[in-house]
């Protein structure tokens, strides 16, 4: 039996703190400073949580193994599991040909490449997110402005400042998923929580696409579009997270989105569309003279990359070159598009909209797939592991959701998908496999994190770290967020930083008298800003439209986006711990 002590160093709890915080210090440092690979970083991270565990904390051997072992299986299934059926479901599209049919949809919605930003990074990104997430959304919205004639700096800084308010809930909202099964706190309950921050997010940020895309004066010329889509996908976000579905609120909230774009546009017609397109031409032919000057003086002139190859070279989180490519080639809006192929280019968002609202809304069904869930007490650990408190703890118990997993109900659409598109079988199975080959070093780095935060929990070092941190009284709720926002910051993902953290929120919520779940909620909120400021998002980006290399220039122009939207969350969530606890749903 293991019981975790609070202040196993010295009897201190504040040098505790420090020994116990060495594992995510390394994961800053490793890749924060040095840059090293995610995967590197997450394993080198791992190895320390296992070293301050066993020496620090005298975790049996055994039992910190186990622990470790309990977090990869978990990072594999569900966690890679729903990503790889996410992405395969999304390439499928892309290999039947459809995805290029659906660039030409958005095409016809408006000739205005302003709008047409804030519809393909806004709202099809925010799609892109919801099946995919992982860097996929930006690297191909990405390509998308490029092929509409943004610049390659003014396309990056677009694209990261647009995938904030969806990544909540990307991927099928893993990132809840991921925060609900750590903490025991019921992910509906978490989500409804985050579906009353990220929409003050959303409400704002087509308005600051309108400025990045055209300064002031794309302001002055959108902004009634830019509210009417703001205030359609916050509407959207805030109803689905709390009443129909944690897990579609991405799907809802794209859709409803580019739903009230397209009526906008029936009544309302923007000016100064032609202008802004020269404009953005002139831009994009100055750059490419600077980057060609620049490659001359460096001895690299006739060696650039293409975007294509580029997006080929990286390969990164998902993005296939194939989807890339297929994003790039900019055909004119429109042609050859019917009613049918426009159908079928809709058709896979359709479907999982329809799957997973029966999965999820409809009870009988619910049940069903509910009573297929194997439990698992994990072999060795199981009751002989203690909470702080002395009792038995819960989290030894692993939860093998064979049938109701979100990812194999992207597989059951994903089957229905490729059949429809009459794919041959060795096709789409060419696909995934391909996938799977290309996002190995992924699924090291996701499942290497969640060994650290099972290994961190399980040992008690992030009780003890919670428990110093709520030292800091009823003011942790102001400051809650900045921890997610660390988190994304570093590991790229908003399911790593909730891996890493949601425990200790709901540890020093528990310490501090504060709502855990509204604690462990502004860990995710707070990691949607911080996913554009990542070193892993910013690379992706920086690839995707012809920039490697200019990561650091790329953060300049958005840190300060980032840090203004960190700010706004941080006093939100410290008003709803107490002035605006009313406007909290009930667990």
């Given at each position: 039996m293991y019981t975790p002590d609070v202040a196993p160093i010295a009897d201190n709890l504040t040098l505790s703190a420090l020994v116990a915080a060495l594992p995510l210090v390394t994961v800053f440092v490793t890749l924060g400073l040095l840059r090293w690979k995610a995967h590197w970083a997450g394993l080198t991270a791992l190895g320390v949580a296992l070293l301050v565990a066993i020496l620090g904390y005298r975790m049996p051997l055994d039992l910190a193994a186990l622990s470790a072992t309990q977090g990869a299986a978990f990072g594999l299934f569900p966690i890679m599991w729903i990503v790889l059926m996410a992405i395969w479901l999304y390439e499928l599209t892309v290999r039947s040909g459809r995805f290029e049919d659906l660039r030409r949809v958005i095409d016809t919605v408006s000739d205005d490449p302003r709008i047409q930003a804030m519809i393909i990074a806004f709202c099809f990104g925010g799609l892109l997110e919801a099946l995919a997430g992982f860097g996929a959304p930006i690297a191909i919205t990405g390509v998308m402005l490029l092929a509409i004639g943004f610049s390659k700096m003014r396309a990056a800084t677009v694209v990261l400042v647009a995938n904030t308010a969806p990544v909540a809930f990307g991927a099928i909202a893993i990132p809840i998923l991921t925060a609900g099964t750590l903490t025991g706190i019921d992910y509906h309950h978490i989500g409804a929580i985050v579906g009353h921050q990220t929409p003050l997010i959303a409400l704002f940020v087509p308005t600051f696409l309108a400025f990045l895309a055209d300064g002031l004066r794309g302001v002055k010329e959108i902004w009634p579009i830019a509210v009417v889509v703001g205030v359609a996908f916050a509407a959207a976000q805030w109803v689905s997270a709390t009443w129909i579905s944690v897990e579609l609120t991405d799907v809802i909230s794209s859709l409803v989105g580019l739903l009230a774009a397209v009526l906008m546009l029936r009544v309302w017609k923007p000016k100064g569309g032609e202008a802004a397109r020269a404009r953005?031409?002139?831009?994009?032919?100055?750059?490419?003279?600077?980057?060609?000057?620049?490659?001359?003086?460096?001895?690299?002139?006739?060696?650039?990359?293409?975007?294509?190859?580029?997006?080929?070279?990286?390969?990164?989180?998902?993005?296939?070159?194939?989807?890339?490519?297929?994003?790039?080639?900019?055909?004119?809006?429109?042609?050859?598009?019917?009613?049918?192929?426009?159908?079928?280019?809709?058709?896979?968002?359709?479907?999982?909209?329809?799957?997973?609202?029966?999965?999820?809304?409809?009870?009988?069904?619910?049940?069903?797939?509910?009573?297929?869930?194997?439990?698992?007490?994990?072999?060795?650990?199981?009751?002989?592991?203690?909470?702080?408190?002395?009792?038995?703890?819960?989290?030894?118990?692993?939860?093998?959701?064979?049938?109701?997993?979100?990812?194999?109900?992207?597989?059951?659409?994903?089957?229905?998908?490729?059949?429809?598109?009459?794919?041959?079988?060795?096709?789409?199975?060419?696909?995934?496999?391909?996938?799977?080959?290309?996002?190995?070093?992924?699924?090291?780095?996701?499942?290497?994190?969640?060994?650290?935060?099972?290994?961190?929990?399980?040992?008690?070092?992030?009780?003890?770290?919670?428990?110093?941190?709520?030292?800091?009284?009823?003011?942790?709720?102001?400051?809650?967020?900045?921890?997610?926002?660390?988190?994304?910051?570093?590991?790229?993902?908003?399911?790593?930083?909730?891996?890493?953290?949601?425990?200790?929120?709901?540890?020093?919520?528990?310490?501090?008298?504060?709502?855990?779940?509204?604690?462990?909620?502004?860990?995710?909120?707070?990691?949607?800003?911080?996913?554009?400021?990542?070193?892993?998002?910013?690379?992706?980006?920086?690839?995707?439209?012809?920039?490697?290399?200019?990561?650091?220039?790329?953060?300049?122009?958005?840190?300060?986006?980032?840090?203004?939207?960190?700010?706004?969350?941080c006093l939100l969530n410290g008003l709803q711990s107490n002035v605006l606890a009313w406007m909290l749903p009930q667990p």
């Open positions: 953005l031409l002139g831009e994009r032919r100055r750059e490419d003279e600077e980057l060609a000057v620049e490659a001359a003086a460096a001895g690299r002139a006739g060696k650039a990359t293409t975007t294509a190859e580029a997006t080929r070279a990286s390969a990164t989180d998902g993005t296939t070159a194939d989807a890339a490519d297929a994003a790039g080639a900019a055909g004119t809006a429109g042609v050859g598009l019917t009613g049918s192929r426009v159908f079928l280019a809709l058709f896979p968002y359709l479907l999982v909209i329809v799957i997973f609202a029966l999965a999820k809304l409809w009870t009988p069904l619910t049940s069903a797939l509910a009573a297929t869930d194997v439990k698992i007490p994990w072999p060795g650990s199981d009751g002989r592991i203690l909470t702080a408190a002395g009792e038995v703890s819960t989290n030894t118990v692993y939860s093998f959701q064979w049938l109701s997993s979100p990812g194999t109900l992207l597989l059951i659409t994903g089957i229905i998908v490729a059949a429809v598109y009459r794919m041959k079988p060795q096709d789409a199975l060419e696909v995934f496999t391909r996938n799977v080959v290309k996002m190995r070093f992924s699924i090291l780095t996701v499942v290497s994190v969640l060994s650290l935060a099972y290994v961190m929990n399980q040992a008690g070092q992030t009780i003890t770290i919670g428990t110093w941190i709520a030292g800091t009284g009823a003011a942790f709720a102001f400051l809650a967020p900045i921890l997610g926002w660390l988190g994304t910051a570093v590991t790229g993902s908003d399911t790593s930083a909730n891996a890493l953290f949601a425990t200790l929120q709901q540890t020093a919520a528990l310490k501090a008298g504060l709502d855990p779940a509204l604690m462990v909620a502004a860990n995710t909120s707070g990691g949607v800003v911080g996913k554009l400021i990542s070193p892993q998002n910013l690379t992706i980006a920086a690839t995707a439209v012809g920039l490697l290399g200019k990561e650091s220039a790329i953060l300049r122009k958005v840190v300060w986006w980032s840090i203004g939207m960190l700010v706004a969350l």
